[in-house]
């Protein structure tokens, strides 16, 4: 019957009730007071009560079936216009709004078709892309160099498949990295000096940061910026016979990094979303198992950049958890222990935000194992649960699952319950959280970890 009235009416209504609902309790408790033959002190408490009842009870009426749903309809929306994803608009749960529901529906649907055509213009100058990087990939491959773009900042802007066979010798490659991170770094800057007064190839020895291993080497300078490094290969080594893929990111380029983390925009920042797998759910009396880790890199996950590892945890793995996560004491028996473990993700995530769902249980195991590793884990931290409730709201189910449910990223199941699945689904989560948060009008880091905070009812804000 109320949906047949129309919005502006059911309104009028609302307070027309609120305004009938005051008289019929002050007159109640006028009566009430005068029958006890104390008319005034009485009937005020009894009206107050009865009065702030009744104004509690529409509240409720009012955030149930107004406020809520107008919240949701608004989260829904948001996702639809900044990810494509989401089911549009639940007509249903707006059905005391009046036309409103039907007309975002209506309108988050001719939206979506317009984005469907253009996804279909892209479709095809990504297709075109993809031969070209396929020809480039195939050029590369009958080099059996190894070959590293860099910027000004000596930082990693494209490497191949040989190039991260060489990087990983010390650890996993990553763009963005510094390259004295892998190698040391004088004689690079030595190189770069030279090109800069002129010189146009400048040969050097790279010797790798463990100082294991010594490779002959040129850099040469690019026209439009930038140098290109280029290894020879190791001796003994065999020629590459498949094509080698390229992991780049040309806006690496010219891009600069703020020193300011707080000033940073969100979509500049470099995250590492990670997930372990341990023996139980104690922080303090269990161990992890498993670590796995992916990069996100300006707003999208960077292909071939993870880690995913075992890790001994030193004990017998209970039944009870390998249930869950299906790992056994053979999967970890000779894995590498939690002090190179954590140093290896430790070195993956330099520079760089840890994102985890849950984080305070994560976070705490690698913290509480920080002695073995020499790590200290002082990196920024954020929560996609937390990220959760500021998109969707605290009433919303927060779970990976849910979330990633609401956000159309499929999990499957072969793959939930295992480390790097989760820290994949972690960092598809995340890239299309970030833009639902810059719509809200949160751009920076540091106004994201104010928001943060106002939800640590729910989990502990992790940033030191």
């Known amino acids: 019957m ?11 209504l609302f307070f027309c009730l609120l305004a009938l609902g005051g008289a019929v309790v002050a007159a109640g408790a006028i009566w009430f007071g005068s029958s006890r033959g104390d008319p005034f002190v009485t009937s005020l408490l009894i009206f107050v ?6 104004i509690l009870g529409i509240w409720l009426l009012f955030d149930e079936n107004v406020a809520k749903p107008i919240l949701n309809m608004s989260a829904q929306l948001r996702l639809r216009a900044h ?5 549009g608009v639940d007509t249903q749960d707006g059905r005391y709004l009046g036309d409103l529901a039907p007309a975002a529906e209506a309108l988050s649907a001719r939206a979506l078709a317009t984005q469907a055509e253009a996804d279909a213009r892209l479709a095809a100058e990504t297709e075109h892309l993809a031969q070209e990087r396929a020809r480039l990939t195939a050029i590369l491959s009958g080099i059996p160099m190894a070959v590293i773009l860099l910027n000004e900042a000596a930082e990693i802007v494209l490497y191949d498949s040989q190039a991260a066979d060489v990087l990983a010798r010390v650890a996993p490659p990553r763009l963005k990295a510094r390259l004295s991170d892998y190698f040391e770094g004088a004689a690079i800057e030595t190189a770069m000096e030279a090109l800069r007064d002129g010189s146009r190839t400048v040969p050097l020895s790279l010797t790798d940061a463990t100082r294991a291993h010594v490779f002959h080497a040129r850099l040469n300078a690019q026209t439009d910026g930038g140098y290109t490094l280029v290894i020879d290969p190791p001796e003994g080594a065999s020629p590459p016979i498949a094509a080698r893929p390229l992991v780049y990111d040309f806006d690496l380029l010219t891009m600069e990094t703020s020193p300011d983390l707080a000033g940073s925009p969100l979509d500049t920042l470099c995250y590492v979303a990670f997930d372990t797998e341990t023996t139980g759910l104690s922080v303090e009396a269990d161990e992890i ?28 793995i209970p039944p009870a958890s390998t249930k869950i996560h299906r790992i056994t004491d053979e999967d970890v028996s000779g894995a590498p222990g939690i002090d190179d473990a954590g140093r290896m993700l430790s070195h993956f995530a330099q520079d760089a935000v840890l994102v985890a769902h849950n984080a305070p249980f994560d976070i705490g195991l690698l913290r ?4 073995k590793m020499g790590v200290d884990w002082d990196h920024p931290v954020l929560d996609t649960v937390l990220l959760s409730a500021i998109v969707f709201g605290t009433n919303a189910e927060h779970s990976l699952d849910a979330l990633c449910t609401r ?10 319950h295992t480390a790097l699945g989760d820290a994949e689904a972690t960092a598809k989560a995340l890239v299309c959280l970030l833009p639902l948060l810059q719509a809200q009008g949160i751009s920076t880091f540091g106004q994201l970890i104010q928001q943060t905070r106002r939800h640590g009812r729910l989990l502990q804000d992790l940033n030191r």
Not at 407 to 416: P, T
């Open 407 to 416: 956000l159309g990223i499929e999990i499957a199941a072969e793959r939930r």
């Open 49 to 54: 009560l009865l009065n702030t009842g009744l």
């Open 368 to 371: 509480k194992s920080a002695h």
């Open 83 to 87: 990810s494509q994803a989401g089911s």
């Open 289 to 316: 198992i498993q670590i796995g880790a992916v990069r996100v890199l300006r707003g999208r996950v960077v292909e071939g950049e993870h880690i995913n590892t075992y890790v001994d945890p030193g004990r017998s």
């Open 2 to 12: 109320l949906t047949l009235l129309s919005l502006r009416l059911r309104i009028f």
